[in-house]
Antibody, heavy 122, light 108 residues
Framework: EVQLVESGGGLVQPGRSLRLSCTAS????????MSWVRQAPGKGLEWVGF??????????EYAASVKGRFTISRDDSKSIAYLQMNSLKTEDTGVYYC?????????????WGQGTQVTVSS | EIVMTQSPATLSVSPGERATLSCRAS??????LAWYQQKPGQAPRLLIY???TRATGIPARFSGSGSGTEFTLTISSLQSEDFAVYYC??????????FGGGTKVEIK
């Protein structure tokens, strides 16, 4: 069974940093692209960024709203994806979901974690 | 950036009735469109990808159609567990990957 488990969320002050982790199991992690999607309170879904599988260069792409502040990385040996969030803003508050895509080019999300709450507030 | 627009924002339907949800793209996304279902307090779940292919384990009462800029998700006979928010997402032209604003299907 595919499982994605996020951790690392919490309350953080504006301008500070936070690192989220996504621990995967039930599939060959290195074969898949991994993305982060967030949802502000009471709002819709917003794609944050993704990491291609190493077979496709392991490169990353980001939404304009987080580019330069957020970094996605992955440790295929541990089946973990990370989202490093720097210079956090109040508008970054929301639930952050880790997702899996079976293709590094046709990026729909066939598995989702349960999400981790990030609250940016002073 | 491709803007995805869903309509209506809220759809009131009685159990057993048919529900038709729409998603429009600001430019062609070919058939590179997915639909997700999200229930309160839960993560989204993939229903449909490539505009019309049901994901693993999704009941046959869910069907997707369309290509280019106009797409439809149809639930043929609503069950109690289908009352939720539905999102469309394009993956044809990125970054960014973009979602529609969602349609809430509620009990009439």
């Amino acid at each position: 069974e595919v499982q994605l488990v996020e951790s690392g969320g919490g309350l953080v002050q504006p301008g500070r940093s936070l690192r989220l982790s996504c621990t995967a199991s039930g599939f060959t992690f290195g074969d898949y692209a991994m993305s982060w999607v967030r949802q502000a309170p009471g709002k819709g879904l917003e794609w944050v960024g993704f990491s291609r599988s190493k077979g496709y260069g392991g490169t990353t792409e980001y939404a304009a709203s987080v580019k330069g502040r957020f970094t996605i990385s992955r440790d295929d040996s541990k089946s973990i994806a990370y989202l490093q969030m720097n210079s956090l803003k109040t508008e970054d508050t929301g639930v952050y979901y880790c997702t899996r895509s079976s293709s590094s080019w046709y990026l729909y999300f066939d598995s989702w974690g349960q999400g981790t709450q990030v609250t940016v507030s002073s | 950036e491709i803007v995805m627009t869903q309509s209506p924002a809220t759809l009131s339907v009685s159990p057993g009735e048919r529900a038709t949800l729409s998603c429009r793209a600001s430019q062609s996304v070919s058939s590179n469109l997915a639909w997700y279902q999200q229930k309160p307090g839960q993560a989204p779940r993939l229903l449909i990808y490539d505009a019309s292919t049901r994901a693993t384990g999704i009941p046959a009462r869910f069907s997707g159609s369309g290509s280019g800029t106009e797409f439809t998700l149809t639930i043929s006979s609503l069950q109690s567990e289908d009352f939720a928010v539905y999102y469309c997402q394009q993956y044809n032209n990125w970054p960014p990957l973009t979602f529609g604003g969602g349609t809430k299907v509620e009990i009439k």
